[in-house]
């Protein structure tokens, strides 16, 4: 069967990875969840120290990573790793979620980052989630979906999700990080998030994982058949 490219843009905590992670196991396609690798990015720099304003270190910075990701068969889900080490947990973190948009804002990191995805969908039969995927990455892939939800379902759900591990953390701070690398993925210069002219949007504010998946699939299905 012929294999397509799937991009799944949207804003934050829309369900995107979550969509994308369905579809790619309904299809038996590699699932690729580029904001993984902005966020290790993020930690990195983070971790060194990095000025965002200084260019020269952000490329010698860059030129010390390396991002994979590693099947774990423990959650069955891939992990990301940064260089070598499983940064799964660590990269949802908010301090992460609080820089990350400054750092995938800068033109050196999107050109690491947009190269390696475009690597990893060279033989199609991926579905990779992002801001830039079906506008930057995967301009010509055979289906773009644009995830959107009602904001205030949006920050439940990460709140949800954040206060499983951290119950300190309030709806308020949860907000507050969202709206703002919304506004900042949106405005940034090189990569703005962008609904590319050719994509279909799932609205999946009132739909269950289940009705979503089928909505998706249904177009897949669509696409690949054609
Ligand atoms: O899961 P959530 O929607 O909160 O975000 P994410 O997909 O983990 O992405 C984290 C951040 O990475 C975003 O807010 C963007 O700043 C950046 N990002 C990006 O610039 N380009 C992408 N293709 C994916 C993420």
Not at 130 to 155: C, N
Not at 174 to 186: A, G, I, P
Not at 204 to 217: D, G, I, M
Request: glycine share 4%; aromatic share 8%; proline share 3%.
């Amino acid at each position: 069967m012929r294999k397509i490219i799937i991009t799944l843009d949207g804003y934050s905590s829309c369900g995107k990875s979550t969509l994308a992670r369905q579809l790619a196991r309904e299809l038996n396609y590699v699932f690729i969840d580029s904001g993984a690798m902005y966020r290790a990015i993020t930690l990195y720099f983070l971790r060194a120290h990095i000025d965002c304003a200084d260019t020269e270190k952000v490329i010698k910075a860059l030129s010390e990573i390396a991002l994979s990701f590693e099947y774990n068969p423990v959650t069955g889900q891939s992990d990301m790793y940064l260089n070598d080490e499983n940064v799964e947990s660590l990269i949802r973190e908010m301090v992460v979620s609080e820089h990350v948009s400054e750092v995938a804002a800068l033109k050196e990191v999107r050109e690491f980052g947009v190269t390696q995805q475009q690597l990893m969908g060279k033989k199609k039969g991926i579905v990779m989630d992002g801001r830039d995927i079906g506008t930057t990455v995967f301009p010509d892939a055979e289906l773009k979906i644009f995830v959107t939800a009602d904001p205030a379902v949006r920050v439940e759900r990460r709140f949800k999700e954040l206060f499983e591990k951290n119950p300190s953390i309030t709806i308020e701070e949860v907000k507050r990080n969202l709206e703002m690398r919304d506004y900042m993925d949106s405005n940034r210069e090189f990569s703005p998030l962008r609904q590319a002219p050719d994509a279909v949007i799932l609205d999946n504010s009132n739909l269950t994982r289940e009705e979503q998946l089928q909505v998706a699939l249904a177009w897949a299905k669509e696409r690949i058949n054609a």
